[in-house]
């Protein structure tokens, strides 16, 4: 963890990335990622597989370096890579100890809170632990190193659906109560609402698109009607266009601070959910690929 | 959730040296223990030899006694102790963090990776150069013991299983090389079996290398020459147990010459015609180089420094590794 204090500005942003570019010999896992996470959000990092998540959270945690561009987190970055590692012939009171040993900063109560929360037992070796089990070891001793920022990397990739909504919840109650910023990656983009409020959507290494999840869904409405290729309103982006045998829905991208459109029978509107959203856009890119 | 969080975090300026001086003990302590009991015992049976062999058999030139040969079979052990370092300690050290993981875990805690690995290399390194220390001073006490309660020595001074390897600072010299060795191998392969298999190959390799090419010359041979026709005394040398280097045939001229293939092909010849066949090709010498048995200090030392040159190379090598290509 690369351990940088400096005092929270006016801006309250928690993690800056400037035109970041990370390649792998001539390839690039990332380009030109600018964006600004603001303090005390759970963002999303979206994309594809291969779509650069790993490698942008890597930097971020200054467990590589970039090759182009700058990247800043405030204060102190604690990062759960994807396999959740924990050395196998500790148990899960000896990683704590590790935590406690290695870091400057260490909340012991909060960390065997985390533990006692998922039912772990704190004297069986890692090794000898489950998949789920061993990644909540990861996390108690991520949350109690009491990080600025926390990253994670597929946190419930290995998780039971209960399990994924219980650290869901036990991480959005860790936001409110310690005001850390949280940056999780995820393909599973269905247990996304209600936990992230920040979107952070990557594809082919390049940001496509990011900022606050309620104002990018509130600026996209769906529109549903009988089979057409011309959109019932005017001057909107289409974000995405689908037609079925009988029926056309198209999603628009509306002007900034603008009203959702009327539109009359036979059209109907409908919110678009981050789900829809994603998928719209991770498509986009595909078909961009395509033409 | 609503527990309250009474128990406020502990905060500290830094990590110290005790904190990771516990990851290590925590991390290796099974490693350390067996290795460090291993070393006991086999020192243990080292002091035992040196008392045993000369008052359980004879100890005479040519007797044939059995602690005496089991003695050279324990001598032995400093010639593999830093291989065992090299293989078992420090090749799998990095590679095994590495498949498992567990790299990005650790360093993403408040410890750069650079202070990570500098924790391994003072700490266990420097265990490890210990206990190689303690095992050749005990190799080296047991031979003496042996040696100067017998007619002639049992260990020489330059021999496979001699004095020279006993050196203490030579062991941590080896111990240390190998140390280095198998951490460069495992952070550059990040693959324990690889890093193993390279790590044994390049140890070995290196050390037969040093012996057979280079322990020869660290100081320019003694010349020892010997008329063609006069009586060729090889006692001189042989009683100072050196290390020998080179011999053949001189012309008049004092330069190395070609053997005259004639003159032994001749089986009827007797040694004077042989000599006079030699005489009548231009050989007027014999020659023996050798480094006699009182440079062995001097020659000890040699080593070791070249053996912490290497160390030093190979502890760059995984330190700008780790550093520039693996982070993650």
Redesign the interface.
């Known amino acids: 963890m690369r351990t940088v204090f400096e005092p929270s500005c006016a801006t309250a942003v928690a993690v800056r990335a400037q035109e970041l570019g990370k390649r792998y010999g001539n390839q690039w896992a990332l380009r030109d990622c600018t964006f600004e996470l603001p303090q005390g959000r759970v963002a999303a990092l979206v994309g594809a597989n291969g779509a650069g998540k790993t490698t942008l959270m890597s930097v971020l945690a200054s467990l590589l370096k970039a090759d182009e561009g700058s990247a800043h987190a405030v204060g102190r970055v604690a990062f759960v890579s994807q396999e959740k590692p924990v050395y196998r012939n500790f148990s899960a009171a000896d990683m704590l100890r590790l935590g406690a040993r290695l870091n400057i900063v260490w909340d012991q109560t909060r960390a065997v809170r985390w533990l006692e929360r998922f039912e772990i037992p704190l004297d069986r070796a890692c090794g000898k632990l489950s998949g789920g089990q061993h990644a909540q070891v990861a996390f108690a001793l991520a949350i109690g190193s009491r990080p600025s920022v926390l990253i994670l990397d597929e946190p419930l990739a290995n998780l039971d659906p209960l399990a994924r909504r219980e650290v869901s919840q036990e991480l959005l109650s860790e936001v409110a109560e310690t005001g850390m910023t949280v940056l999780l990656s995820t393909h599973v983009v269905a247990e996304l609402g209600g936990v992230a409020d920040y979107l952070l959507l990557l594809a082919r290494g390049r940001l496509l698109s990011g900022g606050d999840v309620d104002d990018l869904l509130a600026s996209h409405v769906f529109i549903t009607g009988p089979r057409s290729e011309v959109l019932p309103v005017a001057s909107s982006a289409v974000l995405q266009a689908r037609h079925h045998d009988n029926q056309s829905t198209f999603l628009l991208r509306l002007p900034d601070r603008q009203p959702r459109p009327f539109v009359g029978r036979p059209w109907s509107q409908r919110a678009v959910t981050l789900e829809d959203y994603v998928l719209a856009q991770l498509q986009s890119t595909r078909k961009g690929d395509d033409a | 959730?609503n527990?309250t969080?009474?128990?406020r975090?502990?905060?500290?300026?830094?990590?110290g040296w005790t904190?990771l001086l516990?990851?290590i003990r925590?991390?290796h302590r099974w490693m350390l223990v067996g290795t460090g009991t291993l070393v006991l015992v086999w020192i243990s049976a080292l002091l035992l030899l040196r008392i045993a062999a000369p008052a359980r058999g004879p100890m005479g030139t040519w007797d044939s006694n059995p602690l005496v040969d089991l003695a050279k079979i324990m001598g032995a052990t400093p010639m593999i102790f830093g291989l065992l370092i090299a293989v078992f300690w420090a090749a799998p050290l990095v590679s095994r963090e590495y498949e498992?993981?567990?790299t990005?875990?650790?360093?993403?805690?408040?410890?750069?990776s650079s202070r990570w690995l500098a924790s391994k290399i003072v700490l266990l390194g420097s265990i490890a150069a210990g206990l190689a220390a303690a095992l050749g001073a005990s190799a080296g006490f047991m031979m003496r013991g042996i040696n100067d309660a017998r007619d002639r020595p049992a260990f020489l001074a330059f021999s496979e299983v001699g004095l020279f390897e006993t050196a203490p600072h030579l062991q941590a010299a080896y111990a240390a090389f190998g140390f280095a060795l198998g951490l460069a191998m495992s952070a550059i392969t990040r693959r324990t079996v690889v890093a193993m298999a390279v790590t044994l190959a390049v140890y070995v390799g290196v050390r037969i290398l040093v012996i057979a090419g280079w322990r020869p010359f660290y100081e320019d041979p003694v010349r020892q020459t010997t008329p063609i026709h006069g009586q060729l005394t090889n006692g001189d040398t042989i009683d100072q147990n050196p290390l020998y280097v080179a011999g053949g045939f001189l012309n008049s001229a004092g330069e190395p010459a070609e053997l005259p293939i004639e003159c032994l092909s001749k089986n009827s010849l007797s040694d004077d015609e042989i000599n006079n066949c030699f005489a009548d090709a231009g050989i007027t010498h014999r020659f023996n180089d050798y480094q006699p048995a009182d440079r062995l200090d001097s020659f000890q030392l040699v080593e070791t420094a070249i053996f912490i040159v290497f160390t030093a190379i190979l502890i760059g090598l995984a330190w700008m590794w780790i550093r520039r290509f693996g982070?993650?």
């Open positions: 959730m527990a969080t009474t128990d975090p502990v905060v500290r300026t830094r990590v904190d516990w990851l925590r991390q498992q993981r567990t990005t875990m650790v360093w993403s805690q408040d410890i750069t982070r993650t």
